[in-house]
């Protein structure tokens, strides 16, 4: 039908930069080859219907004219609805009603962003249903807006911003505070593999919106003593060292500040070619940073990363994604094998009586609208 649309959003993996993105600061991610695919299509009535086989309560109908907050099983319509909204909002949206089913070859709760990559894949198809388009990067304000909005989680733009400008065998870098995006390089003959421990970390009810607002308390203090530093990220070493603040929040604004400079020394090698050998050390100590500092880690999390890092083929490894549960990303040679990590996991399972899923990406274009001949989504 002419009045179909398809379209595509990765998943995105945060390579370095954990918690950076809304404290102002310069964060790397890379877009996977795994995703959501949407396909949308016009209907008669101003009603919409949400359709898909990879959540609980796979079939969600209501009307454009009147959105409601969903709750329970149906909850990942919210992920859609925030993007209708605020396209809505900006006389953007379809002013017919539409369906829209989505699929996904991406393992759940693994830290790769699948809720990025539902409102990436859903603006487009409503876009596009409306004969509208518009710059990635307005794109992306518009889903992170739906995300903060209507589903109730203060993220930054990582991972909207990775899934939309990924590239193949690059690293998205996106400068936060100027909302400003770039790609380098990644070496090559090395892979990414995400070890999943199962443990789900439902981000809006866990920890993260305390740790968002520890960090704007510590910016608060910093910048009563000096008022040039917009962004936590900003803070020099020096003066955080010698300011009175609480622990807690001291602990959070040494991981930020710290942080900051392991992506800019990433960065900066990836530029002059550095070996990976080099630049992995700097995944693992953010990984120690975030258990230590951060906090928001967990013992399964520190323990894949310790036996990840006694294996000579990985460069270096880290949690990956908000935290509190979720997965770890390894970086390693392309030696690294099926069968390496099947003994990782087999560690893990000995310790933990459970064993991780393991899974193995490479670097991905963004998010797109799809030709016809592209669809791989099945109905």
Same mark, same amino acid.
Not at 45 to 51: A, G
Not at 108 to 121: C, D
Not at 128 to 151: G, T, Y
Not at 185 to 198: K, N, V
């Given at each position: 039908?002419?009045? !179909?649309?398809?379209?595509?959003?990765?998943?995105?993996?945060?390579?370095?930069?954990?918690?950076?993105?809304?404290? +102002?600061? !310069?964060?790397?991610?890379?877009?996977?080859?795994? +995703?959501?695919?949407?396909? &949308?299509?016009?209907?008669?009535?101003?009603?919409?219907?949400?359709?898909?086989?990879?959540?609980? /309560?796979?079939?969600?109908?209501?009307?454009?004219?009147?959105?409601?907050?969903?709750?329970?099983?149906?909850?990942?319509?919210?992920?859609?609805?925030?993007?209708?909204?605020?396209?809505?909002?900006?006389?953007?949206?379809?002013?017919?009603?539409?369906?829209? %089913?989505?699929?996904? =070859?991406?393992?759940?709760?693994? +830290?790769?962003?699948?809720?990025?990559?539902?409102?990436?894949? %859903?603006?487009?198809?409503?876009?596009?249903?409306?004969?509208?388009?518009?710059?990635?990067?307005?794109?992306?304000?518009?889903?992170?807006?739906?995300?903060?909005?209507?589903?109730?989680?203060?993220?930054?733009?990582?991972?909207?911003?990775?899934?939309?400008? /990924?590239?193949?065998?690059?690293?998205?870098?996106?400068?936060?505070?100027?909302?400003?995006?770039? %790609?380098?390089?990644?070496?090559?003959?090395?892979?990414?593999?995400i070890f999943d421990t199962g443990i789900k970390h439902d981000?809006?009810?866990?920890?993260?919106?305390?740790r968002n607002q520890e960090c704007k308390d510590a910016l %608060?203090?910093?910048?009563?003593?000096?008022?040039?530093?917009?962004?936590?990220?900003?803070?020099?070493?020096?003066?955080?060292?010698?300011?009175?603040?609480?622990?807690?929040?001291?602990?959070?604004?040494?991981?930020?500040?710290?942080?900051?400079?392991?992506?800019?020394?990433?960065?900066?090698?990836?530029?002059?070619?550095?070996?990976?050998?080099?630049? /992995?050390?700097?995944?693992?100590?953010?990984?120690?940073?975030?258990?230590?500092?951060?906090?928001?880690?967990?013992?399964?999390?520190?323990?894949?990363?310790?036996?990840?890092?006694?294996?000579?083929?990985?460069?270096?490894?880290?949690?990956?994604?908000?935290?509190?549960? /979720?997965?770890?990303?390894?970086?390693?040679?392309?030696?690294?094998?099926?069968? =390496? &990590?099947?003994?990782?996991?087999?560690?893990?399972?000995?310790?933990?009586?459970?064993?991780?899923?393991?899974?193995?990406?490479?670097?991905?274009?963004?998010?797109?609208?799809? =030709?016809?001949?592209?669809?791989?989504?099945?109905?």
């Amino acid at each position: 039908m002419n009045n !179909t649309v398809h379209a595509f959003a990765p998943g995105r993996i945060e390579f370095l930069g954990n918690h950076l993105d809304y404290n +102002g600061g !310069t964060v790397l991610g890379t877009a996977i080859n795994a +995703g959501i695919y949407a396909v &949308a299509q016009m209907e008669n009535e101003p009603t919409f219907h949400l359709r898909s086989k990879s959540f609980e /309560g796979s079939v969600i109908s209501g009307s454009i004219e009147k959105l409601e907050k969903l709750s329970g099983n149906q909850s990942w319509g919210n992920y859609c609805l925030g993007v209708l909204k605020v396209l809505q909002d900006k006389n953007l949206a379809p002013t017919q009603g539409f369906s829209l %089913t989505l699929r996904t =070859d991406l393992p759940m709760s693994a +830290g790769l962003s699948s809720s990025a990559a539902v409102e990436l894949a %859903t603006a487009q198809c409503l876009l596009a249903l409306s004969k509208q388009s518009l710059p990635k990067e307005e794109l992306v304000n518009i889903c992170r807006q739906a995300e903060n909005e209507w589903v109730g989680l203060p993220c930054g733009i990582l991972d909207q911003g990775t899934s939309a400008f /990924g590239e193949t065998n690059r690293v998205v870098q996106i400068d936060c505070a100027k909302e400003s995006y770039s %790609t380098l390089p990644l070496p090559l003959r090395t892979s990414f593999w995400i070890f999943d421990t199962g443990i789900k970390h439902d981000l809006i009810d866990s920890h993260y919106g305390t740790r968002n607002q520890e960090c704007k308390d510590a910016l %608060t203090i910093i910048q009563a003593l000096d008022g040039s530093i917009e962004c936590l990220t900003q803070c020099p070493v020096s003066l955080l060292q010698n300011i009175e603040i609480p622990e807690n929040l001291k602990k959070r604004a040494q991981h930020v500040v710290e942080e900051q400079a392991r992506v800019h020394r990433f960065s900066d090698g990836l530029q002059n070619k550095s070996l990976p050998l080099e630049l /992995g050390p700097l995944l693992t100590a953010s990984h120690k940073s975030s258990s230590l500092n951060f906090e928001n880690s967990l013992p399964e999390l520190d323990f894949l990363v310790e036996e990840l890092c006694k294996e000579e083929k990985v460069f270096g490894a880290r949690l990956t994604g908000g935290g509190f549960g /979720g997965a770890v990303l390894a970086w390693t040679s392309q030696d690294f094998s099926q069968a =390496d &990590a099947n003994l990782i996991a087999l560690e893990y399972e000995n310790e933990w009586k459970h064993k991780p899923n393991y899974h193995s990406f490479l670097p991905s274009k963004g998010a797109c609208l799809l =030709d016809h001949s592209d669809v791989k989504l099945v109905n």
